[in-house]
T-cell receptor, first 114, second 112 residues
Framework: DGGITQSPKYLFRKEGQNVTLSCEQNLNHDAMYWYRQDPGQGLRLIYYSQIVNDFQKGDIAEGYSVSREKKESFPLTVTSAQKNPTAFYLC?????????????FGSGTQLSVL | QQQVKQSPQSLIVQKGGISIINCAYENTAFDYFPWYQQFPGKGPALLIAIRPDVSEKKEGRFTISFNKSAKQFSLHIMDSQPGDSATYFCAAYFSGTYKYIFGTGTRLKVLA
């Protein structure tokens, strides 16, 4: 079955540590996204990528980094510069900016600070 | 101008009742309006979506009503069931871009 796989489901970060969240999709989608979800807030865009080896900052990119070396993979690194990293992180993908594209989400990673 | 305002923040409905969630937008360039359903600890799942050239779309118990002149759209859940208890997000999208704008979510609880 095609889908988006995020791992791990739960992740703990120590002070000053960088952590990487994994996102893999087998839908052959061109576009991939990372969103951050905080309680009572909507989904905020961190980064997105339209094609391999290209990505753009979203609304809250500070303290985060990404790479897109393969079409199916879009890992997110939460760096030590992100002072408030506790949140639910969602990866998503879509076919692209066509008129009927659908944004599909993974099951999320809950990141907490120790 | 890129905000999508969603209300109410939370909603409690009796089983069998109608749940109504409202969203409003300002930018008329948006041309695709999806609704997502999210259960605790899970990612959002696409529920139903509409384009502004129609005023209503129905899929089973879920209906989107769209008012282009008022720049508002709403989700109606008919015959609400306890299994519908979840958080619902509206969104707006510009075709030809990669940017979705999400509402802040509505936590729905359907009482048995």
């Amino acid at each position: 079955d095609g889908g988006i796989t995020q791992s791990p489901k739960y992740l703990f970060r120590k002070e000053g540590q960088n952590v990487t969240l994994s996102c893999e999709q087998n839908l052959n989608h061109d576009a991939m996204y990372w969103y951050r979800q905080d309680p009572g807030q909507g989904l905020r865009l961190i980064y997105y990528s339209q094609i391999v080896n290209d990505f753009q900052k979203g609304d809250i990119a500070e303290g985060y980094s990404v790479s897109r070396e393969k079409k199916e993979s879009f890992p997110l690194t939460v760096t030590s510069a992100q002072k408030n990293p506790t949140a639910f992180y969602l990866c998503a993908s879509s076919t692209g900016p066509a008129t009927n594209e659908k944004l599909l989400f993974g099951s999320g990673t809950q990141l907490s600070v120790l | 101008q890129q905000q999508v305002k969603q209300s109410p923040q939370s909603l409690i409905v009796q089983k069998g009742g109608i749940s109504i969630i409202n969203c409003a937008y300002e930018n008329t360039a948006f041309d695709y309006f999806p609704w997502y359903q999210q259960f605790p600890g899970k990612g959002p799942a696409l529920l139903i979506a509409i384009r502004p050239d129609v005023s209503e779309k129905k899929e089973g118990r879920f209906t989107i009503s769209f008012n282009k002149s008022a720049k508002q759209f709403s989700l109606h859940i008919m015959d609400s069931q306890p299994g519908d208890s979840a958080t619902y997000f509206c969104a707006a999208y510009f075709s030809g871009t990669y940017k979705y704008i999400f509402g802040t979510g509505t936590r729905l609880k359907v009482l048995a």
